[in-house]
């Protein structure tokens, strides 16, 4: 389903990505954790090209890519891959200009030529899933960190993508609103959508995680079932670092 | 005020009114609109950096804001009939200044769109539009706000600045009360004349704007 070998990505001189192998099966959920600075963004960012890989190959669905001098995917290609992946960000990046149910309805009429009627009733359908039923006409700063969060899951979610790309969709929320987005993440989880989660909530990748990869500075350190990563890790690189996490987390 | 004198305002206020709808708004309407539509791709090849057309665009504007207006709307009346290029009065007057909105609105249209985090680009993307979907939909119209005051003010300028073109024997408002103060004798009065009709343009203009104003600042709190 979803397929990385040895990805690279430097930016100039600095190697952010020093060969990266993943994969990812259908209705699967990924949890990629590691210290500040290991890469985990860069190679969320590197699945829907938004960086562009170095080196190495990505497979998604029917589409098959490979990265390095002289092989950069054409225009169509990357389109195509974008809209089979929805990505979630830290910072919700909501269209302020929109409604909560115009955010969601966006792609669905420029991207997917939908007619306006029927995206907005995939919307509000979608808006309903993540419990914003009500909240169609407000403005993203009439919502909380959380329900804004939620309108970008929605969001996300209006063109089917085959996966799902979360980087740390909680961390911006104060604690008490943090709840409610990973319920939502964990029901989507539960309905068999492939996500890929950076996260640092460690409740959510031993509850709702298939597979856990824990990077540091560019690699895949560890990557196993949760209870094996997050319990009994092999290095001792790793143990340190998911201590320090439990510490963090009383 | 005698009799004679209120006479010579009321008759000189049609013609000038009329020079107005058919030259000075005219004039001012097409030139900021032209003029914008050249701001904003001059402000994205810049943006972009796209190859010889960002560094024309950089000579163009630099040249434009160091040169007077007088003397750009000169060079196209007077001076490019002398190798052949002529122009009438009036469409004369849209070149320059449309060349010359361009050059300043390039500036406002470049800021306003940099204004609009990186964030807004990549959700955009991350959804699979284009560049060109996620500018039209995304950060245009999220620019246009920002840039919504200072273009108000280039565009009330312009209005004032319409005045020059009766140096190119355009017949424009400011033109047509020259012409009636030469035959009146009275330039006091005809000037100050037209120039509460300035006055009262600019004055709805501003109005206008903050009509404007208040419905784009609709969608956001701050
Ligand atoms: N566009 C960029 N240009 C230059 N360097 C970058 C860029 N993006 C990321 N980096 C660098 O790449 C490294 C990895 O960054 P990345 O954001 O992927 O880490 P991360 O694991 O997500 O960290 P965090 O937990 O803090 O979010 C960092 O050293 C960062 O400074
Ligand atoms: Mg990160």
Redesign the pocket.
């Known amino acids: 389903m979803l397929e990385i070998r040895n990805l690279h990505k430097s930016?100039?001189t600095?190697d952010?990505l020093k060969g990266v192998d993943l994969s990812l099966e259908k209705g699967k959920v990924l949890v990629i954790i590691?210290?500040?600075?290991?890469?985990?963004?860069?190679?969320l960012r590197c699945l829907n090209l938004l960086?562009m890989p170095s080196e190495g190959s990505l497979k998604l669905g029917d589409s098959a890519l490979e990265f390095g001098t002289g092989r950069k995917p054409s225009k169509s290609q990357i389109l195509k891959l974008r809209q089979s992946t929805g990505m979630v960000f830290q910072s919700y990046n909501l269209f302020p200009h929109k409604t909560a149910i115009e955010n969601v309805m966006e792609a669905q009429i420029i991207v997917q030529k939908k007619d306006k009627a029927s995206a907005r009733k995939r919307s509000a359908e979608l808006l309903a899933k993540v419990g914003l039923s009500g909240k169609e006409d407000s403005y993203p700063h009439q919502l909380s960190g959380g329900q804004q969060q939620r309108v970008g899951i929605a969001r996300a979610l209006a063109t089917d993508p085959q996966v799902m790309l979360f980087?740390?969709p909680t961390s911006a929320l104060d604690p008490e609103l943090v709840g409610e987005v990973l319920k939502v993440m964990k029901q989507l989880a539960a309905e068999g959508m492939t996500m890929v989660v950076?996260t640092h909530e460690m409740k959510f990748a031993a509850e709702a995680a298939d597979t856990v990869v824990l990077?540091d500075d560019g690699v895949v350190l560890e990557q196993g079932r949760p209870d094996q990563v997050l319990r009994n890790p092999s290095s001792a690189r790793a143990a340190q670092f998911l201590n320090v996490l439990i510490e963090k987390e009383g | 005020m005698d009799e004679r004198k209120i006479q010579i305002l009321i008759d000189s206020l049609l013609p000038m009114i009329k020079a107005g709808l058919q030259f000075t708004i005219p004039l001012t309407l097409i030139s900021f609109a032209l003029g914008l539509v050249l701001a904003i791709l001059v402000a994205l090849v810049r943006l972009w950096k796209i190859p010889v057309l960002s560094q024309i665009a950089g000579i163009y504007v630099w040249i434009i804001r160091g040169t007077p207006l007088l003397v750009q709307l000169f060079i196209i009346f007077y001076g490019l009939p002398s190798i052949g290029i002529e122009f009438d009065p009036f469409p004369a007057a849209v070149i320059g200044f449309t060349l010359n909105m361009g050059a300043y609105n390039s500036e406002i249209v470049r800021a306003a769109i940099q204004s609009i985090s990186n964030g807004q680009w990549e959700a955009a993307s991350s959804l699979g539009m284009t560049r060109g979907q996620a500018l039209r939909r995304i950060i245009l119209p999220q620019a246009a706000r920002v840039s919504v005051p200072p273009l108000s003010n280039s565009f009330i300028s312009l209005v004032k600045d319409t005045s020059l073109a009766y140096t190119i024997t355009v017949i424009e408002m400011f033109q047509v009360s020259k012409q009636i103060s030469a035959t009146t004798y009275e330039p006091l009065l005809i000037y100050c004349e037209v120039a509460v009709l300035y006055l009262v343009l600019c004055t709805v203009l501003n109005a206008l704007q903050n009509v404007m104003e208040k419905r784009l600042a609709r969608f956001s709190a701050s």
Do not use: A, Q
């Not at chain 1, 590691?34 to 190679?43: D, I, M, Q, V």
């Open positions: 930016f100039g600095l952010v590691g210290p500040s600075g290991s890469g985990k963004t860069t190679l960086e980087d740390e950076v990077m």
